[in-house]
């Protein structure tokens, strides 16, 4: 499952300037990194794609359908069986590679949970089988992120308004690159009801995320060599003096830990992680109880 200059994470990796300091004699310190600043955690681009190597093996049939969302982008809609509208919704945001078989195989697993699940695609109908194309993709968005969050935007309003849904509750879900545009729609769209980022790149300017008003689970990696714990600390501080209510979750584990179809999958802590999502979601987005007969 395995993307604006500025803001919205470029992807060459830099670092902060450094500020002169007015007082002779005294060294710089180098400024707080930003998401501007560190898009890849300080890796070169190299490094970072070596954290996404795909391992053989197919997912799952989808059982869902493609559906058009209102910016003129294709979604993926999967529901539970024997669905009524009025459905808690989950906007599932795909890693780098783009919305391939194994997020349709998310968002259907999404649906075991009583809730509807829309997979987006932020690549134009393109998906990657190899970190180089993945890492184009992903920078193309990163160039210029505002048709990226209109797409969110966009499958928000789909699952409030269309028919087989009318969502009461949406929560988005993303990972890596997915996981960052997961806090992006949460920073954008305040009616949001809840976000989760699995080892998103974290904005830690607290007044950008002042405008969150959704709790928000963060699962990270302790052996992330691109969102180290430092950074990951900084993203609970900042989060914190913004008042934003959220909850971080670490692991001993690799970036990309959650994939399946990677090869440093780690089956374990990926479990774990899918046992809290689900708990969080299910006090977040409650399931309505089948009415009985």
Avoid at 20 to 43: I, N
Avoid at 215 to 232: E, M, Q, R, S, T
Wanted: with cysteine.
């Amino acid at each position: 499952m395995a993307r604006s200059k500025g803001i919205a994470l470029a992807v060459v990796a830099s670092f902060a300037a450094v500020a002169a300091f007015a007082q002779e004699g005294k060294k710089p310190e180098p400024a707080a990194p930003t998401s501007q600043d560190r898009p890849l955690g300080g890796l070169s681009e190299e490094e970072f794609q070596k954290l996404h190597q795909l391992k053989e093996g197919e997912a799952p049939p989808a059982k869902g359908t493609l559906v058009d969302l209102s910016d003129g982008t294709k979604a993926y809609l999967a529901l539970p069986e024997h669905a009524a509208p009025g459905l808690p919704a989950v906007i599932v945001i795909h890693e780098w590679w783009g919305l391939n078989s194994h997020i349709k195989h998310w968002a259907d697993r999404l649906t075991l949970t009583g809730r509807a699940a829309l997979a987006v695609d932020l690549y134009g109908g393109k998906t990657a089988t190899d970190p180089k194309g993945a890492s184009e993709l992903m920078q193309a968005v990163n160039a210029n992120a505002d048709p990226a969050v209109k797409t969110l935007l966009a499958a928000r309003d789909f699952v409030k308004k269309d028919a087989r849904v009318k969502a009461t509750k949406v929560a988005s879900l993303g990972w890596c690159f997915g996981g960052g545009m997961s806090l992006r729609l949460a920073i954008n769209a305040p009616d949001l009801d809840a976000c989760v980022m699995y080892y998103g790149f974290p904005e830690t300017d607290a007044k950008k995320l002042a405008a969150i008003k959704a709790p928000l689970l963060g699962i990270f990696g302790n052996k992330d060599k691109a969102i180290d714990p430092p950074l990951v600390d900084k993203f609970d501080q900042a989060l914190t003096e913004a008042k934003v209510v959220h909850t971080i979750l670490r692991y001993d584990a690799e970036h990309a830990f959650a994939n399946p179809s990677n090869k440093i999958y780690d089956a374990k802590s990926a479990a774990d992680a899918w046992e809290k999502v689900q708990k969080f979601l299910d006090e977040k987005l409650p399931v309505a109880a089948p009415a009985k007969k």
